[in-house]
């Protein structure tokens, strides 16, 4: 990881500011390096309060990703623009999540919606049943770019947080990724026809605001990370076309 990218050669002393949004930075990690990664986030961060010690101070992920028929959000033409449109539910728990996110150089604006699993079929619908639905801005949304469902994906994330400057920062290793087609409005909580997106490699990512912070830093400089631009979505498409 080149430090310079966030710490300008003027000023050492400062990190870099991207203008109060989210940043996310990912790294590809080794099995080894992960075992190491974990230690030392489990030394100088808290558990995520979500995350169960039944499968490794993690929780499951279940992620229904959609598109076009043209895939024009994964080949990225003009048609599909920057956004990912998605669908997330945690374990087996019976509330959704609509999400749109958008990354360009890192920086990530995100919006996020949920509603009651059950309510899942009311994004089918041509109009809006209740003008008060939460989820009514993203059935509208999909629904004008013609996306329906494309993908699933799986994976169980290794989470830890800890408050910096009147934030909380997040440090989290994804792992047993698997993903698969799918065509259906419907999120299971376990693939059943699942191939593997990085085979022996977990990812991990830093989430913060505004400045890269010196924890982050201190880690970045300890362990050496290679950083990456993976996609879960386009890998779960490319495995599977």
Not at 28 to 52: F, I, K
Not at 117 to 127: C, D, F, G, I
Not at 171 to 199: F, H, M, V
Request: charged share 25%; glycine share 4%.
């Amino acid at each position: 990881m080149d430090l310079k990218l966030f710490v300008p050669e003027s000023d050492p002393m400062q990190v870099y500011q991207a203008q109060d949004r989210r940043i996310e930075l990912k790294f590809l990690l080794t099995p080894e390096v992960s075992h190491q990664v974990r230690s030392w986030a489990r030394e100088q961060m808290d558990p995520d309060p979500h995350c169960t010690t039944a499968i490794g101070d993690s929780y499951a992920i279940n992620t229904l990703y959609l598109d076009t028929p043209a895939l024009d959000i994964y080949r990225k033409t003009r048609l599909g623009g920057t956004t990912k449109y998605r669908l997330r539910r945690y374990a087996a728990e019976p509330v959704l999540w609509l999400e749109t996110k958008s990354k360009r150089n890192n920086i990530v604006q995100k919006s996020r919606t949920s509603i009651p699993a059950a309510q899942l079929p009311l994004l089918q619908q041509s109009e809006a049943t209740d003008d008060l639905w939460p989820g009514d801005w993203f059935r509208q949304s999909i629904q004008k770019r013609g996306l329906h469902p494309s993908a699933l994906v799986h994976y169980q994330r290794f989470a830890r947080i800890v408050r910096y400057q009147n934030q909380h920062i997040r440090l989290t290793i994804d792992n047993q990724l698997a993903g698969q087609k799918c065509s259906r409005w419907e999120i299971p909580d376990q693939p059943t026809d699942r191939s593997d997106l990085y085979q022996g490699g977990e990812i991990m990512e830093l989430k913060f605001h505004d400045i890269l912070p010196p924890l982050f830093k201190r880690l970045l400089l300890e362990i050496p990370l290679i950083s990456t631009g993976f996609s879960k979505y386009r890998t779960a498409v490319a495995s599977n076309l």
